[in-house]
């Protein structure tokens, strides 16, 4: 095996111990010792690939980042399954994640320089584009005559991905629920209906976790 290659590999394996040590004690009782007993790895060889904790953790939300996009990338290629079934296959995808739910009990935004910038950019550059084309698909299967798919999908992934954060945006349970219920309007009204009333209620039930 070359010397990168093994390197990306330990590298991965330190991500991927760490995570599941983040899931189980969470971030802030996570010790540097607990990620080297779990990988069986010397401090030094760990501060090899990695200086900090932090780096950790900015590593891991790469990680996902890059699979959700691939998700949505094999959302998109599917053709199977209708614009509106894949758009609430995303919604599960995301909402039963356990990973991003402990990085979002974790508060990782404030933890890692310009996270939540990345995730923006990543969000509406590349994540919405994808979104964007399931929604053309809608209108070509005749599911819906969305006239404003790009303008729809930068949108929603925005109110996701940012108005529905409970680290980004202070609320109460009962108000998070009321920006759900505006979701789906909003996207009833302009010809994009692919939540769902019964999927809004799926998901006011797993973000309630974040406000008890």
Same mark, same amino acid.
């Given at each position: 095996?070359?010397?990168?290659?093994?390197?990306?590999? !330990?590298?991965?394996?330190?991500?991927?111990?760490?995570?599941?040590?983040?899931?189980?004690?969470?971030?802030?009782?996570?010790?540097?010792?607990?990620?080297?007993?779990?990988?069986? $790895?010397?401090?030094?060889?760990?501060?090899?690939?990695?200086?900090?904790?932090?780096?950790?953790?900015?590593?891991?939300?790469?990680?996902?980042?890059?699979?959700?996009?691939?998700?949505?990338?094999?959302?998109?290629?599917?053709?199977?399954? !209708?614009?509106?079934?894949?758009?609430?296959?995303?919604?599960?995808?995301?909402?039963?994640?356990?990973?991003?739910?402990? $990085?979002?009990?974790?508060?990782? /935004?404030?933890?890692?320089?310009? /996270? $939540?910038?990345? !995730?923006?950019?990543?969000?509406?550059?590349?994540? /919405?584009?994808?979104?964007?084309?399931?929604?053309?698909?809608?209108?070509?299967?005749?599911?819906?005559?969305?006239?404003?798919?790009?303008?729809? /999908?930068?949108? $929603?992934?925005?109110?996701?991905?940012?108005?529905?954060?409970?680290?980004? %945006?202070?609320?109460?349970?009962?108000?998070?629920?009321?920006?759900?219920?505006?979701?789906?309007?909003?996207?009833?009204?302009?010809?994009?209906?692919?939540?769902?009333?019964?999927?809004?209620?799926?998901?006011?039930?797993?973000?309630?976790?974040?406000? %008890?």
């Amino acid at each position: 095996m070359k010397r990168e290659e093994q390197a990306l590999n !330990t590298k991965k394996r330190i991500v991927v111990a760490s995570t599941k040590l983040f899931l189980e004690k969470g971030y802030d009782h996570t010790t540097i010792q607990d990620i080297m007993d779990a990988t069986n $790895l010397s401090k030094g060889a760990l501060y090899h690939h990695f200086k900090s904790k932090q780096q950790i953790l900015e590593c891991q939300t790469n990680y996902e980042q890059e699979s959700i996009t691939n998700y949505l990338k094999m959302m998109v290629e599917n053709r199977k399954l !209708t614009a509106k079934q894949k758009i609430e296959n995303i919604i599960d995808h995301l909402s039963t994640n356990e990973a991003l739910f402990q $990085l979002t009990r974790d508060r990782w /935004a404030e933890k890692v320089p310009f /996270a $939540l910038l990345n !995730t923006l950019r990543n969000t509406l550059n590349v994540l /919405a584009d994808y979104i964007t084309e399931i929604l053309y698909q809608g209108n070509s299967n005749k599911e819906f005559n969305c006239i404003y798919p790009k303008e729809i /999908a930068s949108t $929603l992934m925005l109110l996701m991905d940012v108005w529905l954060d409970p680290i980004i %945006v202070d609320c109460n349970y009962e108000e998070v629920c009321s920006k759900v219920d505006f979701i789906i309007l909003f996207l009833k009204k302009f010809d994009a209906p692919v939540v769902s009333d019964e999927k809004g209620e799926e998901i006011k039930r797993r973000l309630r976790c974040h406000y %008890v």
